[in-house]
């Protein structure tokens, strides 16, 4: 059995500061980036996932963490027991390594999933693939939140509310789509001690591309360029003798 997280970061935007205008890199990386705060969800799971789909009742055990709490939050995981799975790994798998610091397991992106399996829902985001799963619908409160930052939202109670929960009804949706879709990925490997579907492990290893980039720098090639590099301008500073 495995320890799946599922997570939905929510943050300060406006109308020039958003992924609408900016590349995740830019936007995570900004000095503008405030974490509002964090929906999130434990479940047990095995993997691979028995070929049934979705059967069960929509389960809504998604909880709100604000920012500043997330910290703690995260201290007391086993990280390197959890799975991280959100809609967009890209995005919140990059909050949660560029501003806690923080790898798991294993990560899963239930949208790159979406978008594999579900081409009849005619777009991959949550609220497409909700509805064609038959899913409860997400809300739209986050329109109402531009501009705003946590200090700002929480002096309205009851928006805060909304907010929240739509935040968590996206986290559920994406555990959600998760059942619904987790048996049609085949094949197993091992990762260490268990088994896993074959295709998350692709899956793991195009985020960690995006999330963790590495390079391998040819030293010798480099050496070889600086050197011309260096030749090359000793020349033409001799020109300037004349």
């Given at each position: 059995?495995?320890?799946?997280?599922?997570?939905?970061?929510?943050?300060?935007?406006?109308?020039?500061?958003?992924?609408?205008?900016?590349?995740?890199?830019?936007?995570?990386?900004?000095s503008?980036?405030?974490?509002?705060?964090?929906?999130?969800?434990?479940?047990?799971?095995?993997?691979?996932?028995?070929?049934?789909?979705?059967?069960?009742?929509?389960?809504?055990?998604?909880?709100?963490?604000?920012?500043?709490?997330?910290?703690?939050?995260?201290?007391?995981?086993?990280?390197?027991?959890?799975?991280?799975?959100?809609?967009?790994?890209?995005?919140?798998?990059?909050?949660?390594?560029?501003?806690?610091?923080?790898?798991?397991?294993l990560?899963?992106?239930?949208?790159?999933?979406?978008?594999?399996?579900?081409?009849?829902?005619?777009?991959?985001?949550?609220?497409?693939?909700?509805?064609?799963?038959?899913?409860?619908p997400?809300?739209?409160?986050?329109?109402?939140?531009?501009?705003?930052?946590?200090?700002?939202?929480?002096?309205?109670?009851?928006?805060?509310?909304?907010?929240?929960?739509?935040?968590?009804?996206?986290?559920?949706?994406?555990?959600?789509?998760?059942?619904?879709?987790?048996?049609?990925?085949?094949?197993?490997?091992?990762?260490?001690?268990i088994?896993?579907?074959?295709?998350?492990?692709?899956?793991?290893?195009?985020?960690?591309?995006?999330?963790?980039?590495?390079?391998?720098?040819?030293?010798?090639?480099?050496?070889?360029y600086l050197?011309?590099?260096?030749?090359?301008?000793?020349?033409?500073?001799?020109?300037?003798?004349?």
């Amino acid at each position: 059995m495995l320890t799946i997280l599922t997570g939905d970061f929510e943050s300060y935007y406006d109308r020039d500061y958003s992924l609408r205008n900016m590349t995740p890199v830019e936007y995570v990386a900004h000095s503008l980036f405030e974490c509002i705060g964090m929906s999130v969800r434990m479940d047990t799971i095995k993997l691979p996932m028995p070929a049934t789909g979705h059967n069960r009742a929509w389960s809504a055990k998604a909880r709100w963490v604000e920012g500043p709490d997330l910290p703690k939050l995260f201290a007391a995981i086993d990280w390197a027991k959890t799975i991280f799975m959100s809609h967009n790994i890209g995005f919140d798998g990059a909050i949660l390594k560029w501003r806690y610091g923080i790898t798991p397991m294993l990560y899963i992106d239930t949208l790159g999933m979406s978008r594999a399996v579900m081409p009849a829902a005619k777009g991959a985001s949550l609220e497409r693939a909700l509805a064609h799963i038959g899913a409860p619908p997400k809300g739209n409160a986050l329109a109402a939140a531009i501009g705003l930052r946590l200090a700002d939202i929480k002096r309205n109670p009851q928006f805060y509310q909304t907010y929240k929960t739509y935040a968590n009804r996206d986290c559920d949706g994406c555990f959600w789509l998760f059942e619904e879709m987790a048996h049609q990925f085949a094949g197993t490997r091992g990762v260490g001690k268990i088994h896993v579907n074959e295709e998350f492990i692709l899956m793991d290893m195009v985020a960690r591309m995006t999330i963790n980039p590495q390079m391998r720098l040819n030293r010798s090639m480099v050496q070889t360029y600086l050197n011309k590099v260096r030749t090359s301008k000793a020349a033409l500073l001799t020109t300037l003798r004349d």
